[in-house]
């Protein structure tokens, strides 16, 4: 028995039905891999995001149009509600002209149907890779590996208890490349303009949604990562790093609001390593509170309806 139903009921249930009467939480997700089939759901075509017809819709966040697109190609209101989490009359009234505002609502939408979240202005990436770097072959969500959460919470837990951090390097995110050259000497000016370039991006998230400034937010952060390497004081190597943990916190945010807590995790996780070897307990406190407060939101973003 499975949330009241046998096996045998299972098998003989249509996905739909496995869906109205158990909408929401672990089950759900459960039976949508229990019963989906081919002929069940129909799958999201990849190619369909060459059309510019379409791209022009998600581009400004239209729904209607979407669902539009879907049902002219043989995918009924329920198969679309199952993709989307939404039930079947949710699904009626955006196709006859109710418009979907919220973030939550259309990043579930996003993910459902496997459409990456810089097509609906959700996040900056198009094409990605479970870290959100450039991989135009493939993109999949970075979703919430329990495994990898709770080597997460025992990591920041031993960072903040003052234990090793040497092991914890495993856990931090793939480093992109440098966005230009790393000098061989660094001092408080190239301290600054990382600082500089960080509250700027912080401030484009504020304004258009947390993950907007993601791609050149993980170049930057390629950028002074190089630096570290490079001759300084230190002083300097002090101040660059808690700078470096700063963005690696905005970054963190860019891939919580895309839907990727792993990804965030990672750069939460690098951020702590970083103010712990700068000896700043002022900024772990900040970071650890960032980690804890996912739903916080910059002024810029949406809020439900």
């Known amino acids: 028995m499975i949330g009241g139903l046998s096996a045998g009921q299972l098998t003989r249930l249509s996905h739909w039905d496995v869906y109205v009467r158990h909408m929401g939480g672990d089950l759900a997700g459960y039976y949508r891999e229990v019963v989906n089939t081919e002929r069940s759901i129909p799958r999201f075509d990849p190619e369909w995001l060459e059309d510019p017809r379409l791209r022009a819709s998600l581009a400004v966040q239209d729904v209607q149009a979407l669902f539009r697109w879907l049902h002219a190609r043989g995918w009924s209101q329920a198969q679309i509600g199952a993709a989307t989490g939404q039930s079947q009359p949710e699904v009626s009234a955006i196709l006859t002209g109710r418009q979907v505002q ?55 837990g031993a960072i903040a208890a003052g234990g090793a951090i040497d092991g914890v390097s495993r856990l931090f995110p793939s480093r992109p490349s440098p966005v230009r050259a790393v000098p061989a000497r660094v001092g408080a000016a190239e301290v600054a303009q990382v600082r500089a370039a960080t509250a700027s ?14 791609d050149a937010a993980r170049g930057l952060a390629g950028w002074a990562h190089g630096m570290l390497s490079s001759r300084q004081s230190r002083t300097t190597a002090r101040e660059l790093r808690i700078s470096l943990a700063d963005l690696h916190v905005l970054i963190a945010w860019g891939f919580n609001d895309g839907g990727r807590p792993t990804g965030a995790r990672r750069h939460h996780i690098q951020a702590l390593a970083l103010a712990r070897e700068a000896d700043e307990p002022g900024m772990g406190r900040r970071t650890r509170h960032d980690r804890n407060h996912p739903q916080r939101r910059g002024a810029g973003q949406r809020r439900q309806r």
């Not at 996003?110 to 770097?133: K, T």
């Not at 072959?137 to 997460?152: C, I, K, V």
């Not at 504020?206 to 993601?214: A, I, N």
Request: charged letters at 15%; a negative charge.
């Open 102 to 156: 919220a973030h939550a609502v259309l990043l579930r939408i996003a993910q459902g149907l496997g459409i990456p979240p810089g097509y609906m202005r959700l996040g900056s990436c198009i094409a990605c890779d479970g870290d959100g770097g450039p991989d135009a072959s493939t993109y999949h969500l970075d979703g919430d590996d329990p495994m990898f959460r709770r080597q997460f919470l025992a990591a920041a």
């Open 201 to 214: 991006l912080r401030a484009l998230d504020y304004q258009h949604g947390h993950g907007t400034s993601l």
